[in-house]
């Protein structure tokens, strides 16, 4: 079969597309005839060997898929391997595609909406007590516009969140506020710090979704309202977090990490947070956002949109 190979590690250039042997389904996974697949931050940093855990080179790319199994179409999450044209994936990580959806779609789900669930969950705003309930929650989302980005926002939108974002980009922005964002920051013109001390009049944000290390994590942080939430789940910079604690002790705030490989890991989780984005995706109020969609021979030029910033929301590789 074919497949994107990581050739070895570096930038687009590394990724080849090769033939490779058909991968044997283990007990508890299942075959999977790919159509289209996810691309990810998460792919880049594998191909520049900065994601933990990940194999040596060479290995076939990829983490999300959409194709058939047993005649449905179907979702998944795995670790790589996905940018196959089969893939033997874990049956508990597979979901039915919803009814009316493509496999542009299914492939641009898993990754995104999890991830974005599980940190409103870990900011306190979905099931359980929030210690800043009682005013209006509001959120700082880092690259709003991108894959993780614009789901929390589509998510934030059901839940009645406040939502504050940011973005290299006035036309990206303008996008994002068509799926309900409500203050979009342009980073390269104004420093986000000040605009959401002005644009809470002061009082910061209850959470900020934080995925870009360096010194952003102690900036987010000083974003934060009393008893605020930094989730750390990222570091785009590529920097180290930087983050003098004694920061927390004023406001009370904290930092909580969040990594979906761990999550997915843990089935009662992973079946909770599904109960709520099946329940929401068959209202219709979930729609991912695909900013690009390319033939799998062009898997250097998605990850090159997707290193550069240049993506808005998923960009997704047809296999079919
Ligand atoms: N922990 C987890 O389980 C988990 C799961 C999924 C994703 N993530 C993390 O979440 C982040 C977003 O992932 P994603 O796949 O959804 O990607 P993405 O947001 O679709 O793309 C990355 C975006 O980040 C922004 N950005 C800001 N600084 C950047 C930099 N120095 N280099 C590149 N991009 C930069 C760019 O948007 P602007 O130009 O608009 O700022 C770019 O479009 C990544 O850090 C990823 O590792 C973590």
Redesign the pocket.
Known sequence: MKAVVITRTGGPEVLEIREVADPAPSPGHELVRVEAVG????DV?TAQGGYPGAPKPPLVAGREFCGKSDGRLVMGYAQWGAFAERVAARSALLWPVPAGWGAEEGAAFP??YF?AY?AFWKAGFIGGPNPAAGCAQRVLI????????TAAVQIGKLLGVEMYG????DE?LARVKELGLQHGIN?KQRDYEDAIKDLTQGQGVDAVFE???GEHTAKSVRCLSDFGRAIV??????QKPELDTRLLYAKGASVHG??????SAKPELMSQAWKQLSSWMSQGHLHPAIGHVLPMEKAAEAYRL??????????VLKFI
């Open positions: 691309l990810n931050f998460a940093m990754v995104n991830t599980f880092h690259a709003v516009a991108g894959g993780v980005g940011t973005s290299s980009s990206k980073y995925m870009l290390g789940y990222g570091s785009a910079t590529g969040l990594w979906l490989t761990y999550l997707l290193s550069e910033g240049k993506n808005f929301g998923k960009v």
